[in-house]
């Protein structure tokens, strides 16, 4: 009955190599986010999606791609890894657009580039 | 730009002592305001929200007030337990949806 959930859990490859995270969600929601933390544990967006319509871009770096097979997933590919993207990466997803709106987030995914 | 500043941690306290974790936010206009709350090893979970000015969030004794005249959303609790450590993330909402969130404040309570 997990509302957010994300796969693997864990990453560890090495730099170069291209990796995907997936992110699915079980609550009807019209949009879902991707949110990095780094070592710091400072959160920031990368990208949104609402009914599989990229809205929000955050000048991530063309390396990263999200798709929206359907509205309950949310996937991420990333090309040629490097050792900055070592971070965790939390998908989220919320009803709708609207500023009021709760956003509920998955466990995450630890990505380690060696 | 918009942004969200908290305070600095990490914030060690007795069990039961009183708890605040600053937060201030900039912004043109009214932004919702949120406290989200990270467990060791786990993604975030909604503490408390205010989507209006004046606004008062509260879930499991935090709460917090949306003040608009300092541009502020401080969490505070009576009592802390040890099972309320934790990171605690002040954010605001900055267009679609999209959070903005403060570096995170890390709660260390000891028995």
């Known amino acids: 009955d997990t509302a957010v959930s994300q796969t693997p859990k864990y990453l560890v490859t090495q730099m170069g190599n291209d990796k995907s995270i997936k992110c699915e969600q079980n609550?009807?929601?019209?949009?879902m986010y991707w949110y990095k933390q780094d070592s710091k544990k400072f959160l920031k967006i990368m990208f949104s999606?609402?009914?599989?319509?990229?809205?929000i871009n955050e000048t991530v770096p063309n390396r990263f791609s999200p798709k929206s097979p359907d509205k309950a997933h949310l996937n991420l590919h990333i090309n040629s890894l490097e050792l900055g993207d070592s971070a965790v990466y939390f998908c989220?997803?919320?009803?709708?657009?609207?500023?009021?709106?709760?956003?509920?987030f998955g466990p995450g995914t630890r990505l380690l580039v060696l | 730009g918009d942004s969200v500043t908290q305070m600095e941690g990490p914030v060690t306290l007795s069990e039961e002592a009183f708890l605040t974790i600053n937060c201030t936010y900039t912004?043109?206009?009214?932004?919702?305001l949120f406290w989200y709350v990270q467990y060791p090893g786990e993604g975030l979970q909604l503490l408390l929200k205010?989507?209006?000015?004046?606004d008062k969030g509260s879930n499991k004794g935090f709460e917090a007030t949306y003040r608009k005249e300092t541009t502020s959303f401080h969490l505070e609790k009576g009592s802390v337990q040890v099972s309320d450590s934790a990171v605690y993330f002040c954010?605001?909402?900055?267009?679609?949806?999209?959070?903005?969130f403060g570096a995170g404040t890390r709660l260390a309570v000891h028995p």
């Open positions: 989220a997803s919320s009803q709708g657009l609207s500023e009021v709106e709760t956003q509920y």
């Open positions: 609550l009807g929601h019209d949009t």
């Open positions: 999606y609402n009914n599989k319509e990229l809205i």
């Open positions: 912004a043109t206009g009214y932004p919702s």
């Open positions: 205010a989507t209006k000015a004046d």
């Open positions: 954010a605001r909402n900055g267009g679609y949806n999209k959070l903005i």
